[in-house]
């Protein structure tokens, strides 16, 4: 027997090193995790290089490797991927980017990089839609609002390349950068040529728009410009439920993890309040993971909180996270026919404030597995797992032969 | 917090198997290693395949291995690493040899491939340099002496091919053999006839040479002819300080890994009295580790004893130098800042007395690794280590990760 459905909840960040503030150990030791515990106990552990050992993985990478399309092949850079998670059809060869609106003053000079944290950009978007026009470089464009001051580009033609610089400086004070091929091929001057134009058009359109005049007399910083990005080229996936037989769902608040579901074939399933941060509606999204089953094989749930904590070196607050995350994820235990997995994409130590290579712990349990003795899913535990070290890539085959949906290679 | 600091230690060959004379122990489990068990206790352990499981290190590509340049990519014989480490200055291209001094009789035999082991030939090489001219083929060439009966030649020139056949038959009583190319490319058959004329030009030199002629008078084999093995073209490799952002040196009495480190772009310290065999002088390569750290971030410190006493198959005298070792490295522990790496760089078991694929102990010890439960520093003990079974490969990035210098993969 084999369970023929699966739930993979992604604890985004959640991996860590030994922490001062709580003893030398990580905060997935230092948590009360009855929940975790118990899948670990009855199932299968280890912990996993989600790229290879010794790389740091980006949300992005690793994402695309547990689903089993290796970065290496696939990952051109996370614009396309914010596109597609913004909304956006990125069409395999379109050009993405990540966008932000941000404000210059009189003297072209950057004056704040996030536009004073505006919210509700849709009619800057709306007008720039509407009022940029590109067709005399044969290019289409499509742009969107994301959330806050967040918003994506995507560009479509002949022959553009994604080898090019950003307009954003990554500093206040200082006047945007022009945009430039970042080698000698004429794809990629093509496309420094039509940004430069966008940004021309956009800051025209920006500068008298209603809702910056508004802006402005009310004494906030107007959104008058667009930095662009994390270029990249949308590549061809095979369709997840071709690839493995599955039809699926991705349940994340973050765009950029949706964009990849999406990317890769997944239904994006939206969840009223999913923020992204520790505050998101953490049961709403478990609720939402059980429904989708429901006429799914398979769920991606990507709960981001703990990251955030990693990042900002929080290790208090990472494992107070911890603990509400692992007091949601009950339910999930009780589930019928389903192969559960659990693990995060990357290791966000609070001591380095960024993501690490360190491996992330996971855990595979359902009908089938050979239960070992881990008893606790945390960093240390699950070293000494039945599953020992694998890789990123390796998950979803692994999986696949779980839920006995694998072919046989040769007789 | 992270170290910014790292000293990597390798054990030339200290890693075996269960030897009879010590009870089925390895060495370095039988020998008493209060400073290596401490290490362990400390750190993350584990097994390592310095190339990949079962393929036979040889030093040389181990090295590669474990300093981030797989041997596949970088590997093109161990000629022009020993050259470079002869003091030789290969670069990109150039074609380099081992060299032994040897003796041939009257009538063209070799009676003694190591010219009754000569110690001093820097007359004779001095003399071959001045000599021996190549500039007819367009070609430069650099002779060097090594220790005792070795030397190491290099050739510079356009269109040289390094798939040639030695010279030495690697036997007594016969002649030696015409260098040959060994494909069908001109490339190739340009050096062998280049080498051709050098073995002639050369044995014309020493046939008359004064410390032969003295040699011959005091009743001692005369070195009258260049065995030439090891043909390889020197790679290019990208310089450490730019590869991984830290400055660093090579502590190594073995000129093949001082040619390592030299053609990777560490700085060769060297130690007075250090030999490379069971009498070297460790203390003083330990201090001048310690030393060179204070204006370098990355030292790699290799310590050949131990391989020696395997390859002679003496597992009592490999124990002894191992407790030898054990001693001298204490004051690496107490390092501040310091990730502190200990290795072998592959098994050298006294049972067959060559290396062998086993793959080795390892052990990081500093700020935020994940401490396991392994007190020991074996075969046998680091194979429950929290790291598992790693590749030589992985070893760097892992290094530049854990001393928070490696760039994110992603966003």
New interface residues.
Partial sequence: MTAHKVVLVVLDGVSD??CTELGGR?PLQAAHTPTLDSIASGGICG?MDT????????????HLSLLGYP?KKF?TG?GPLEAEGSGIHMEPGMIGFRCNFATIDRAGMIVDRRAGRIHRTEPLSISIQKGVDLSRHGVEFFFRSGAGHRAALALKGEGMGFCVSSNDPKKDGVAPLPFRALKAAPDDAKTAMVLNDFEQQSRAILRDHPLNRERQSSGVPPANIVLIR?AGQMGSFQPFPERYGMKGGVIAAAT?IAGIGKAVGLEYIPVAGATGSADTNLPGKVEATINALKNREFVLLNIKGADEAGHDGKALEKRAFIERVDETLAPLIDLDDCLLVVCSDHST?C??R?????PVPIVLNGEGVRVDSVKSFD??SC?HGGL??ICGESLMPIIIDLVDRAHKYGA
């Fill in positions: 090193r030994p990580t912990i790229i290879s050992p010794g790389i740091r993985p980006g949300s992005d990478t690793a970065p990952y996370r994390g950029l130590p001591a380095i960024d993501h690490s290579a360190d960093e240390i070293a020992h070290r």
